[in-house]
């Protein structure tokens, strides 16, 4: 029998020396394991379907942040908007656009995540390297007042081979410490790393994650 405490208690133990934060990725849970995590002191919790996210938000305590970690469609954007936390896989000028248009609606700043494609397999989402640079250089960002954003998002490979995890996370930190280092619009603010899921949450923290999102290592496997 899982312990969702317990095992919440562990990653507060772990992270508790670092800058790192857990992002407990509750997709497909049912409520009464959510509100578990939630009594252990857990009130980051992330998503991958708008859908479910929004369901989720009715009925929870309103102190939780919701992130975004899945495929976002533009259509989708105004059903978050009103309360999403980050949002970590923003993959185009477009989609930003229209976050930064639903975030106006209500007065707000939506902090977001560039997703980068560092994984071999196709079927993950994400921008190349030379496509991200491209848009956080863009001029087309200095006229979006109401989203920032905040650093990057990355999935590696699924592999057991932890080296070729560890160069694609060291990779993507490389980037976001060259980017740091350049003049970009008053919209970019890279201080988030979003790396880490539960097969390789100890390999993102050693190469400088800041965020890990995890679900079955808290919840079990679905």
């Known amino acids: 029998m899982i312990s969702i405490q317990e095992n919440i208690r562990s990653f507060d133990t772990l992270l508790q020396d670092t800058s ?25 919790f992330g998503e991958n379907k708008v859908q479910e996210m ?5 009925q929870l305590p309103k102190d939780i942040e919701w992130h975004l970690i899945g495929h976002l469609q533009s259509n989708k954007v105004k059903y978050i908007a009103p309360f999403v936390s980050m949002i970590h896989s923003i993959d185009s000028l477009k989609l930003l656009q229209e976050v930064d248009k639903q975030a106006k609606k209500y007065n707000k700043i939506i902090p977001c995540l560039l997703q980068i494609h560092i994984a071999e397999e196709e079927t993950k989402f994400g921008l190349s390297y030379q496509e991200a640079e491209e848009l956080l250089q863009s001029s087309g960002l200095s006229v979006l007042k109401n989203i920032t954003i905040a650093g990057l998002m990355g999935m ?47 390999i993102a923290i050693e190469e400088g994650s800041t965020l890990i999102r995890v679900g079955s290592s808290i919840f079990g496997a679905r």
């Open 156 to 202: 590696a490979t699924f592999t057991d081979n932890q080296e070729h995890i560890r160069q694609e996370f060291r990779g993507l930190k490389l980037f976001f410490e060259q980017m740091k280092r350049k003049t970009l619009p008053a919209q970019v603010k890279l201080t988030e790393l979003s790396i880490g899921m539960s097969g390789d949450y100890q």
């Open 20 to 44: 790192c934060k857990l992002i407990a990725v509750t997709k497909t849970k049912p409520i009464e394991m959510l509100m578990q995590a939630y009594e252990a002191g857990s009130k980051r």
């Open 54 to 58: 929004v369901e989720k938000y009715e």
